[in-house]
């Protein structure tokens, strides 16, 4: 018997007349781990709500079909029962914490079921202890990182001891490491404990090999679900970029074997150009979007000039950082956590004031209150969409930024929202759009004065694959025209694909800063997968469209390798997911 | 900013008692600082104070709240000799005001005022010592069995502060950089651009008020009666605090029975030490009041002490 058999279910939340789901038939096997995913609005998260009892009991709603868990419909279970054999976890961890001490935190859900004292302290200390919470056990939740608090998330659903587990996006809002944590939490909880697993995820490159079944989703249907490699295929097929690189790579190559990992793929790759392996280091094209103005003549846009920063009882988070960003660059900066990247930004920007150092924009030095000097020059972008959010309307957003300007010309507002695709919301409150729309929202109202700097923190947090690629285009078009673009990222793909220059960051100081390939191509941790993929095989490698350029000759001379059993031929760029995303 | 306000673990020996002791000790203390008249008295509960303040690392924190009390001090200070006519010895003849009359002020009043304000500064300190003693999430926890959702509100609130004070910095820095100006324009002006930034705080925190909730809901949360998880041990430390308290508050009580602890301001202002006796109840109460500081030093210098307690 399944564990869950999901029957034609359809479901419209309330005051809507499209489906969120549509005619949805599934069903779960006990211990499996399930990977949904798709892009925003696909119907992920609302398939997670019906598994998980909370649709419709909180959302309300209109609901057809027929939801079973262990043989008895979902509706007619016991809230609390429900509660004890599946906990969910979601994607926000500030938004889900209750209690102001971690270990009543860890106690609340157990609180809620009845559970007598003795039994609430044995499970308490178990699961610190398992998730490795005893340091911060008597901390104040609000004091804990972003990782540790959906780690605390976690453990507290893990503490009901659930017979599944589901997630929601869980390491949407992390940084690169601690989702490493998570993930590898989960993977234990899957292959050690026998949790039944359903997660919804978009950062595929870390968890698309832990999964036994890859479900994916559009439009509130599920267009595909099979195995991992099945499920790139099909991807690649309909042109959705919900693969991870490699897997897109061999996928469009029509190799009959999809690896997922980079080991396999390192493995498939070196089977095939056995004997003929290029070790070489290519002369990889460098797009370069000012190519008719030399370097050396552009103006520089950003000069720090030995900038030091401390907060005032805390320790140094800048230390004597020096950095000239000129116009019309696309520059990068990745580091950990605590690293001093957003605080960097707020010093470009004239929001904070630098301890010793000095800031200089467009050749002016920044002052005391120096934002109010830049900002007509400068767009900046938060890490929360959200914090931008408060007019009626889409326009009067961007009529907000206008006026406080004193500016009056409307083309601006009809040219930005065409080329952010937001025209369809533009009578829209904003805060009925989804997560992906706010975010474009939220650029355009500090777009829309024309800016000549572009300062973004964080902007591919909790964003879709496809999103995030419209993203990454609209700000190198920008570049391309001559204004300065910087993005802080944990992203590391989105800076290899998009950006032209990274500069990392570490305990405060910048620790490399150059062209995007010689710093990525040359870092281990901090490189993407596609260059992971072709390191000793054909270094210098960072994108997607670079490894089909240089690799590609190379396949074509072992076609049999790349003939499928179908007998079809190998032909890069034949499918939508074929092209660089 | 607001940070060091607040509750901080640091795994002091102040901070281990149990919950309810310390509510009983800070109890005695605000009784004490309330009865008590004699200058003397409050300044040396002033000085116990300031003492444990220290040993619970937080003269940073002491300061901020002293900050916010001062004002409120000179306030009395200046309008308690402007208004009081019952002192004898007046030590400043002034001109006479409509409605108050003739502003003299008298030694008295003047005494009367900075005793007034030295139990300002007493209560005002008990806060304080509150704030860096007990853990608020343990002092919920101790009053969950008896009123469960008031607790959990209030629990709630306590962790949502500190994410409101900072969303709320980082909405203004966003609408700073939007052309905001919240330091121009007239009174109406800025009223209406805090109400903008007010307006997104809002809006975040009921969205973020819909997602606690669903997670409250997946965790059982209102699926029936609760059950209380306490964490709250009680050490012999705690009966020794208790003790002292209620001895202190005891020997106060009887104290004050014989006039210690009382002080005449006027018509004439009395003396500061009457007797011997005046010092020997003050000793005696301040001897058991110190129980919890007696302790705290014994349990860093004295390893036989802190085995036992």
Redesign the interface.
Known sequence: MPLFKVENLTYYYPGTEKPALKNISLEIREGEFLLVTGGSGSGKSTLARVLAGLIPDFYGGRIGGKVFFRGREIRTLDRRKLAREVGMVFQDPEKQIVQSCVEAEIAFGLENLGLPPEEMSRRVAEVVSFMNLSPVQEAFTANLSGGQKQKLALASVLAMQPRVLILDEPTSQLDPVSAEEILNVVKRLNEEMGFTVIMVEQRLERCFHLADRVLLMAGGEIICHGSAAEGAREAVRRGLPFVPPVARFFACLNSPVVPVTVKEGRELLQSYLKGNIAVTKPDVPRRNHNSNIKEHEKNSIISLKNVWFGYPGGQEVLKDISLDIKEGEFVAILGENGAGKSTLLKIMVGLLRPGRGRVYVRGKEVGRNGFKEIRKFTAYLSQNPNDYLFQETVEDELLFTMRNFGLKDRGHVEEILHRLQLEPYRRRNPRDLSSGERQRVALASVLVTGPGLIILDEPTRGVDLGLKSVLGHFLQEEAAKGKTVIVVTHDVEFAAEFAGRVVMMFAGRIVADGEKHAVLGRSVFYSPQISKLCRGICDGVLTFAEAQEQLGPLLAAKPAALIKSTGEKAIWGRAGGCTPH | ?FD?LF???KGLFLQSFHPATVLVYLLVLLILSLIYDHPLYLLALFLLLALLIREVDGLDAWEGFLKAGVFLMLVVMMVNPLVIRAGKTIIWHGPAVPFLGKLDISMEAVYFGAASSLRLLVIISIFCLYNLMI????IL?LFSRVAGKSV?VM??A??LF??MVR?LQ??R??Q??????FDTGNLWQRAKKYS?LY??LL??SL??AM?????????????????????NILRPRDLFCLGGSLLALSAAVWGLRYGYGRYTFYPEADFLIKDGATLAVLFIVLFYLSVPLILSKGWKHCRFLKSKI
Do not use: C, H, W
């Open positions: 900013m060091r509750y901080r673990e853990n608020p999430d343990k926890n959990l629990s709630l306590t962790r500190p994410t969303d980082r909405i820095e966003v700073q950089l939007r052309g905001v100006d903008g307006n997104v809006l975040s969205e973020g997602e606690i909730a669903e997670s409250m809901q997946a965790r059982a949360f209102g699926s029936g009666r609760r059950s209380v998880y306490s964490r």
